[in-house]
Nanobody, 115 residues
Framework: QVMPVESGGGLVQAGGSLRLSCAPP????????MGWYRQAPGKQRELVAA???????NTADSVKGRFTVSRDGAKNTMYLQMNSLKPEDTAVYYC?????????WGQGIQVTVSS
Protein backbone atom coordinates (compact mmCIF):
# COMPACT_ATOMS: atom_id res chain seq x y z
CA GLN A 1 0.00 0.00 0.00
CA VAL A 2 1.40 3.38 -1.00
CA MET A 3 1.52 5.80 1.91
CA PRO A 4 1.55 9.58 1.99
CA VAL A 5 5.02 11.12 2.14
CA GLU A 6 5.71 14.28 4.15
CA SER A 7 8.61 16.68 3.73
CA GLY A 8 9.71 20.10 4.94
CA GLY A 9 10.07 19.71 8.68
CA GLY A 10 13.05 20.69 10.77
CA LEU A 11 14.35 23.06 13.41
CA VAL A 12 13.36 26.72 13.40
CA GLN A 13 13.55 29.58 15.87
CA ALA A 14 10.42 31.02 17.42
CA GLY A 15 8.79 33.48 15.07
CA GLY A 16 10.08 31.65 12.01
CA SER A 17 8.27 29.81 9.24
CA LEU A 18 8.20 26.35 7.72
CA ARG A 19 6.17 24.77 4.95
CA LEU A 20 5.25 21.12 5.11
CA SER A 21 4.38 19.21 1.96
CA CYS A 22 2.64 15.89 1.54
CA ALA A 23 2.16 13.73 -1.51
CA PRO A 24 -1.02 11.60 -1.27
CA PRO A 25 -1.31 7.88 -2.10
CA UNK A 26 -2.75 8.48 -5.54
CA UNK A 27 -4.51 11.42 -7.10
CA UNK A 28 -5.31 14.19 -4.64
CA UNK A 29 -8.65 14.60 -6.42
CA UNK A 30 -9.73 11.14 -5.28
CA UNK A 31 -9.96 12.34 -1.66
CA UNK A 32 -12.84 14.50 -0.47
CA UNK A 33 -11.05 15.29 2.77
CA MET A 34 -7.45 15.65 3.90
CA GLY A 35 -5.59 17.31 6.70
CA TRP A 36 -2.65 17.77 9.00
CA TYR A 37 -2.41 16.43 12.53
CA ARG A 38 0.29 16.74 15.15
CA GLN A 39 1.36 14.92 18.27
CA ALA A 40 3.57 16.43 20.94
CA PRO A 41 5.36 14.27 23.54
CA GLY A 42 2.93 13.05 26.17
CA LYS A 43 -0.09 14.44 24.32
CA GLN A 44 -2.78 13.02 22.07
CA ARG A 45 -2.69 13.50 18.33
CA GLU A 46 -4.74 16.55 17.36
CA LEU A 47 -6.13 18.02 14.19
CA VAL A 48 -4.23 21.11 13.05
CA ALA A 49 -5.94 22.00 9.78
CA ALA A 50 -8.01 20.24 7.17
CA UNK A 51 -9.59 20.66 3.74
CA UNK A 52 -13.03 19.21 3.11
CA UNK A 53 -15.66 19.09 0.43
CA UNK A 54 -15.58 22.07 -1.88
CA UNK A 55 -12.20 23.12 -0.59
CA UNK A 56 -13.53 24.42 2.70
CA UNK A 57 -10.84 24.60 5.37
CA ASN A 58 -10.94 24.07 9.10
CA THR A 59 -8.13 25.28 11.35
CA ALA A 60 -7.54 24.63 15.05
CA ASP A 61 -7.93 27.67 17.28
CA SER A 62 -4.38 27.25 18.54
CA VAL A 63 -2.93 27.90 15.08
CA LYS A 64 -5.61 30.07 13.48
CA GLY A 65 -4.11 33.08 11.77
CA ARG A 66 -0.66 31.46 11.72
CA PHE A 67 -1.08 28.17 9.82
CA THR A 68 -2.69 27.70 6.42
CA VAL A 69 -3.57 24.42 4.73
CA SER A 70 -3.78 24.26 0.95
CA ARG A 71 -3.55 21.84 -1.94
CA ASP A 72 -2.20 22.03 -5.48
CA GLY A 73 -3.84 19.65 -7.90
CA ALA A 74 -1.26 20.22 -10.61
CA LYS A 75 1.53 19.21 -8.22
CA ASN A 76 -0.62 16.59 -6.48
CA THR A 77 0.49 17.95 -3.12
CA MET A 78 -1.04 19.22 0.12
CA TYR A 79 0.75 21.93 2.09
CA LEU A 80 0.80 23.36 5.58
CA GLN A 81 2.29 26.83 5.71
CA MET A 82 3.33 27.59 9.28
CA ASN A 83 4.19 31.16 10.23
CA SER A 84 4.97 32.84 13.55
CA LEU A 85 5.96 29.49 14.99
CA LYS A 86 5.98 29.05 18.74
CA PRO A 87 7.81 26.53 20.94
CA GLU A 88 4.44 24.92 21.72
CA ASP A 89 4.10 24.04 18.02
CA THR A 90 6.91 21.52 18.48
CA ALA A 91 5.52 18.10 17.55
CA VAL A 92 5.55 15.33 14.99
CA TYR A 93 3.27 16.39 12.16
CA TYR A 94 1.29 13.88 10.11
CA CYS A 95 -0.62 14.31 6.90
CA UNK A 96 -3.80 12.33 6.44
CA UNK A 97 -6.14 11.54 3.58
CA UNK A 98 -9.67 10.16 3.51
CA UNK A 99 -11.95 11.67 6.14
CA UNK A 100 -11.33 13.13 9.59
CA UNK A 101 -9.13 11.24 9.97
CA UNK A 102 -8.95 8.88 7.03
CA UNK A 103 -7.05 5.63 6.74
CA UNK A 104 -3.99 7.02 4.99
CA TRP A 105 -1.36 8.39 7.35
CA GLY A 106 2.08 9.70 6.52
CA GLN A 107 5.07 8.51 8.52
CA GLY A 108 5.27 11.78 10.43
CA ILE A 109 7.81 14.56 10.31
CA GLN A 110 9.43 16.39 13.21
CA VAL A 111 8.97 20.13 13.66
CA THR A 112 10.99 21.68 16.46
CA VAL A 113 10.65 25.33 17.43
CA SER A 114 13.36 26.73 19.68
CA SER A 115 12.77 29.66 22.00
Amino acid sequence: QVMPVESGGGLVQAGGSLRLSCAPPGSIFSFNAMGWYRQAPGKQRELVAAIGTGGRTNTADSVKGRFTVSRDGAKNTMYLQMNSLKPEDTAVYYCNFGTYPGPYWGQGIQVTVSS
